[in-house]
T-cell receptor, first 111, second 113 residues
Framework: DQQVKQNSPSLSVQEGRISILNCDYT??????FLWYKKYPAEGPTFLIS?????DKNEDGRFTVFLNKSAKHLSLHIVPSQPGDSAVYFC??????????FGTGTSLTVIP | DSGVTQTPKHLITATGQRVTLRCSPR?????VYWYQQSLDQGLQFLIQ???????AKGNILERFSAQQFPDLHSELNLSSLELGDSALYFC????????????FGPGTRLTVT
């Protein structure tokens, strides 16, 4: 049962434009959400997180939005750079330290 | 470099065999997590240890077991291996049990033939 879903396996964006990566979840008990970035042959790297009590968190070019009523979160990257090309995973947690990851979206930023 | 090390990088073995994957967390991190990533799948949480004790359990098969030693390194034991166990196995660590920011190792790729 996939409680965290990333329905777009891939996304291509021109350099300088906005990249929007989406994530949907089914469990309303999730209270913390994270985004990880993964390059080939490396482990995932933490990118940004958001608590369920907030609806937005920003860190430089990266902003995460949370819509609890829609059980949806998104990661915005502005402006997109070629070095952002990677696989992005969203993850959700609820009390008990059970982490649930999505299947990932492969982002390609075209120079 | 996340500071988390995993050995071996690659492992090829036959069905029915047993293997041990090893993980050394970042210096100072007390919590270790194990994940499995099969082809076209997301990361599946297997198990978490904190300072030597099991803290949380996910979709870990009974054929799999893990432990965390006093020096905080952890081992994931996979036995009676099946073809479907072929996957990337990641270890991650965090400062404590309540920290959500995990640092991942490079993974061990297990191939069962």
């Amino acid at each position: 049962d996939q409680q965290v879903k990333q329905n777009s396996p891939s996304l291509s964006v021109q350099e300088g434009r906005i990249s929007i990566l989406n994530c949907d979840y089914t469990n309303s008990m999730f209270d913390y959400f994270l985004w990880y970035k993964k390059y080939p042959a490396e482990g995932p790297t933490f990118l940004i997180s958001i608590s369920s009590i907030k609806d937005k968190n920003e860190d430089g070019r990266f902003t995460v939005f949370l819509n609890k009523s829609a059980k949806h979160l998104s990661l915005h990257i502005v402006p997109s750079q070629p070095g952002d090309s990677a696989v992005y995973f969203c993850a959700a947690i609820y009390t008990g330290n059970q982490f649930y990851f999505g299947t990932g979206t492969s982002l390609t930023v075209i120079p | 470099d996340s500071g988390v090390t995993q050995t071996p990088k690659h492992l090829i073995t036959a069905t029915g065999q047993r293997v041990t994957l090893r993980c050394s967390p970042r210096s100072g991190d007390l919590s270790v997590y194990w994940y499995q990533q099969s082809l076209d799948q997301g990361l599946q949480f297997l198990i978490q240890y904190y300072n030597g004790e099991e803290r949380a359990k996910g979709n870990i098969l009974e054929r799999f077991s893990a432990q965390q030693f006093p020096d905080l390194h952890s081992e994931l034991n996979l036995s009676s291996l099946e073809l479907g166990d072929s996957a990337l196995y990641f270890c991650a660590s965090s400062v404590d049990s309540g920290s959500y920011e995990q640092y991942f190792g490079p993974g061990t790729r297990l191939t069962v033939t």
